[in-house]
Structures are given as C-alpha cells and as structure tokens.
C-alpha cells in the first residue's frame, strides 16, 4: 500500500566524497521514497569537525544532482542543529535520564569495550565529562523489513551509550535521533555497517517519547580485497561522466530489474522506469549479523 506521508532520507557525512558504496545507499533510499510516492530529504551530518574534508558537502550535493537524485526541501546541516540537540541534552539531564561520565577511552578498552556503568550514581559535574544516557529500557532487537529480526548483543544493548562527547562534540546516536524526529522522517534505509548502533537508537527515540521508524539496511558494496567501500578505506569517489551506467551497476547491485534498451533513455527516464519497477524484496540480505562482545568487533566483522 502506498503512504503519501512517507518520508525517507539519505544523511551522508562530509567526510570525503561519495563513492559507489554511498551509491547504493542513497539509491536505495531514494527509490523506496519514490515508489511510495513520498519525500525524500538529504541531511549534512557534519557534527565531527576533525573528520570533515574542506568542499566535501558541496561535492556530495553536486554527485547526487549529477546522478539525478534531487531532493525535496532544504538540505538540512547538523552544524547549524546546535540548539535543538542542547535543549535535547538538558530535557534528559531534567528527567534524570543522563549523567556526567569521566571515565577515559582506556579504561574502557581495558575492561572489554563496553562500558561498565561506574559513573552512573557518583554524580559528577560537567568539568571534562562526557554525557552518557542512562538506559532504563534497553532494545535487544528489532525488525528490519529487509534482514528481518536482529538482535543485538545484550551487553552492548544495556550500556550507556555516549550522547555528548567529553570534548563537547554532540554524539551521533543523539544528532541522528533527533534530527530525524524533526524531519519526520517515517523510515531510515541505509547501509547495513549501522546496523548495531540501531537498537541504541531505538532506546533514545523511546527515552524522548518519539515515534519510532521502521528500518531497512541494504547490503554493503565491497572491494576486491572483500572490505567495504568507505571513505575511511579510501574508495575512489564516482565518476563525474555519463551517470547511466554506474546507476545500472547499482541497480544490478540491488538486484533490480533493468530495461533492455536503458542505453537509449535520458537519466530521468531511467530513474523513474527504476522507480516504477522498484522491488525491496529482490535487494539481497546481509550475510547473517555475528554476535561479538564489543562495538570494535561488531563493526569489523559487519565490514
């Protein structure tokens, strides 16, 4: 059945340029809002200062163009979302759902990688801590329309995540949660490499008394040497020439159906025979989620 208030949204960080890998994930995204006949918003989430890569976000919005992704509405930048994610952070200190931590990355790392809780009733001030959500109702699965039931570590479930790192940087678990509340945004499709941080998620939307999105992760491109496409492995950004054939590739990635005369259509028309012919239930499953005992292992072994 189709939903006009669908909204879907593809939230790239200016951490480098899109790649084949960032492909996949925004046409993905773009064709499950278009075959539902909603909206489709794009999101700059660029919170991490020392992460982000002069011109990146202009280059980012200039490929999907180029690619005959077009968006509806204003591109939304979470550098200019500080307010909203403060208020946010003082609502949950109010409610005592949140409290000052100044345990180091170390000792975590020295007690298995998951954090143990040892701040959680000392009552510290803000001087060098980070924010840490106290979990009251911890998520350990959830369905995924695509990969179906996951679940996820218990241990990593029950911690108290990071909301505000200790160097004031707002965390992505929070800015995420947040901005896709106000956008409103109905489903989040994206890559399966954030899989495990989405029953954290889950657990703030709940804390805030927000309606929760449905979720679909699509499987991840990799490389001839078997690890993700990434920016952080240095995949090459997409090709600035005929954008026809590099979609094709990535719809025969998804494993959707093509036209057999796409070589003679114009890019709109090859987007909306894709669209009209969009089918979730073809897109392959990631290969079954591991269970691990910390964060690190989870994401290296999803890669």
């Given at each position: 059945?189709?939903?006009?208030?669908?909204?879907?949204?593809?939230?790239?960080?200016?951490?480098?340029?899109?790649?084949?890998?960032?492909?996949?994930?925004?046409?993905?995204?773009?064709?499950?809002?278009?075959?539902?006949?909603?909206?489709?918003?794009?999101?700059?989430?660029?919170?991490?200062?020392?992460?982000?890569?002069?011109?990146?976000?202009?280059?980012?919005?200039?490929?999907?163009?180029?690619?005959g992704?077009?968006?509806?509405?204003?591109?939304?930048y979470?550098?200019?979302?500080?307010?909203?994610?403060?208020?946010?952070?003082?609502?949950?200190?109010?409610?005592?759902?949140?409290y000052?931590?100044?345990?180091?990355?170390?000792?975590?790392?020295?007690?298995?990688?998951?954090?143990?809780?040892?701040?959680?009733?000392?009552?510290?001030?803000?001087?060098?801590?980070?924010?840490?959500?106290?979990?009251?109702?911890?998520?350990?699965?959830?369905?995924?329309?695509?990969?179906?039931?996951?679940?996820?570590?218990?241990?990593?479930?029950?911690?108290?995540?990071?909301?505000?790192?200790?160097?004031?940087?707002?965390?992505?678990?929070?800015?995420?949660?947040?901005?896709?509340?106000?956008?409103?945004?109905?489903?989040?499709?994206?890559?399966?490499?954030?899989?495990?941080?989405?029953v954290?998620?889950?657990?703030?939307?709940?804390?805030?008394?927000?309606?929760?999105?449905?979720?679909?992760?699509?499987?991840?491109a990799?490389g001839?040497?078997?690890?993700?496409?990434?920016?952080?492995?240095?995949?090459?950004?997409?090709?600035?020439?005929?954008?026809?054939?590099?979609?094709?590739?990535?719809?025969?990635?998804?494993?959707?159906?093509?036209?057999?005369?796409?070589?003679?259509?114009d890019?709109?028309l090859?987007?909306?025979?894709?669209v009209?012919?969009?089918?979730?239930?073809?897109?392959?499953?990631?290969?079954?989620?591991?269970?691990?005992?910390?964060?690190?292992?989870?994401?290296?072994?999803?890669?």
């Amino acid at each position: 059945m189709l939903a006009s208030h669908y909204v879907g949204r593809f939230a790239p960080s200016p951490s480098g340029d899109l790649h084949f890998g960032s492909l996949i994930a925004a046409l993905g995204s773009y064709l499950q809002a278009r075959a539902q006949r909603g909206q489709w918003l794009v999101r700059i989430e660029d919170i991490d200062p020392p992460r982000e890569v002069a011109g990146a976000a202009g280059r980012i919005l200039s490929a999907l163009e180029h690619y005959g992704l077009h968006w509806d509405g204003q591109v939304i930048y979470q550098s200019q979302r500080s307010e909203a994610y403060r208020a946010t952070l003082d609502w949950l200190q109010r409610q005592d759902l949140s409290y000052y931590c100044t345990c180091t990355r170390s000792r975590i790392q020295q007690i298995g990688g998951l954090y143990d809780g040892h701040c959680r009733q000392l009552r510290l001030g803000p001087q060098g801590a980070a924010i840490r959500l106290r979990q009251s109702n911890p998520v350990y699965a959830f369905h995924d329309r695509l990969q179906g039931e996951l679940r996820a570590d218990p241990a990593l479930a029950q911690e108290d995540f990071i909301i505000r790192r200790r160097d004031g940087l707002f965390a992505y678990n929070l800015a995420v949660v947040i901005d896709d509340h106000f956008q409103g945004v109905t489903e989040i499709v994206r890559g399966a490499d954030l899989i495990e941080p989405t029953v954290r998620q889950i657990a703030l939307y709940q804390q805030l008394q927000a309606p929760v999105p449905t979720y679909v992760h699509l499987p991840l491109a990799l490389g001839n040497n078997g690890i993700k496409l990434s920016k952080q492995n240095h995949a090459p950004a997409l090709p600035t020439g005929d954008p026809r054939p590099v979609l094709v590739a990535a719809l025969k990635f998804l494993r959707q159906p093509l036209p057999e005369n796409w070589q003679d259509l114009d890019l709109p028309l090859l987007l909306s025979w894709a669209v009209e012919h969009w089918q979730l239930a073809n897109v392959p499953r990631q290969q079954a989620i591991p269970q691990c005992e910390n964060t690190t292992a989870f994401s290296k072994q999803l890669g």
